[in-house]
């Protein structure tokens, strides 16, 4: 559940929602010790390295020493050989996307849903023995570093980085120049958010887990580029140059005033689409799923008496770790529902259900049954379940 903007969090060190998003984000750093009274790592290194060893989970060996070269870069999946012939010390194993390949651990993420969920990219966790560290670096994102397991030195630095301040020859972007500002030693429990292009060394100060909940912050060139590939789409691809009326020149060379018209008449009519079409375009966009995580549809398809019967037994839905849901309101209760980069326009009857959806991650009948009250709403859930994006887990 999102929490209340007024309401002082630990999590936040004291701060209220809307103090945090303020003062803090994108902005400044911010140090929060005990920000979970009493964590305990809900994994085990055993088990981060055997998901490690998983070929559809995206995992990285990062070893300061030890390998072919300073600072290589190893990418998985790997083998218990592997880590049977790892060094004592000085390296580190980053696990991507956990929360969608183990759904017990997106919990983990709820805490920082007052950020949207479409700026939420991803839980990662990361392991090292002592000495381990993946070097000075900055990131174009924010970040929010919690420590599991182990103690871990972090250092900062808020001074803009030289863009050629960077280890040649390395396939990481490591600082080659990097001089802290601020020092802290951090313990299970404590929580530190850096925004982005903070410069930060994390080093394991023996047996260390670090959880990474980072955000997405799409290129501008990305986005400008993916939303001209959706108008290509729409276009009219049998539609040629014309210029009836064509008048002579003098030099055969030279592109007149007339085409140049109309090229530009052509370019200013082609680009300029209107709010509506840019919402609907976005809205797919950005829950498009990460590859490797698209959801499949259901082999034996539930039938409604089905899904009515599991919900009235106290069975539970859950969103599919792997999809991203996120609706855009219009007012008058119409809502746009997206999931997984496919679009539901939503009248009145449906606009409660899809803010339901895009609000919980685990759905039970009661949190379902305000916005069940007709047909298309029970029509709607059983889509979305046999597609995939909503998935029963058998006990």
Known sequence: MTQASNQPLPLLGGLTVRQFLRDYWQQKPLLVRKAIPGFKSPISPEELAGLACDEEVVSRLVMERGGRTPWELRRGPFTEEDFL???????????????????????????????????????????????????????????????????????????????DNFLPDVELRILDEFEAEQEWVLEPGDLLYLPPKVAHHGIALGPCMTYSIGFRAPLHSDMIGRYVDFLMEEADHELRYRDEGLAPQDN????????????????????????????????????????????????????????????????????????????????????????????????????????????????????????????????????????????????
């Open 85 to 163: 012939e790892l060094p004592e010390t000085h390296w580190t194993l980053l696990v991507s996307d956990v929360e969608k390949q183990a759904p017990d651990m997106a919990g983990l993420i709820e805490p920082f849903r007052f950020v949207p969920d479409w700026r939420i990219d991803d839980l990662m966790i990361s392991y090292a023995p002592e000495h381990g560290t993946v070097g000075p670096h900055v990131d174009d994102y924010d970040v929010f570093l919690l420590q599991g397991l182990g103690r871990r030195r972090w250092q900062i630095s808020t001074q803009p980085v030289d863009p």
């Open 252 to 395: 055969p060379g030279r592109i007149g005033a007339d085409a140049l018209d109309r090229i530009k008449d052509l370019i200013r009519s082609s680009l300029a689409t209107g709010d509506d079409l840019i919402e609907s375009w976005f809205g797919r966009y950005i829950t498009e799923p990460k590859p490797g995580y698209v959801a499949e549809p259901e082999d034996d398809p539930y039938t409604l008496a089905e899904l009515r019967r599991h919900l009235k037994d106290g069975g539970q839905l859950e969103r599919n770790p792997g999809s991203r849901f996120a609706y855009i309101d219009h007012g008058q209760d119409s809502v746009t529902l997206f999931v997984d980069g496919q679009e539901f326009a939503l009248g009145p009857a449906l606009a409660t259900l899809a803010r339901v959806l895009c609000r919980e991650r685990i759905l039970d009948s009661r949190r379902l049954q305000a916005a069940l009250g007709g047909d298309d709403a029970w029509a709607l859930l059983l889509d979305l379940l046999n597609e995939g994006f909503l998935v029963i887990y058998e006990g």
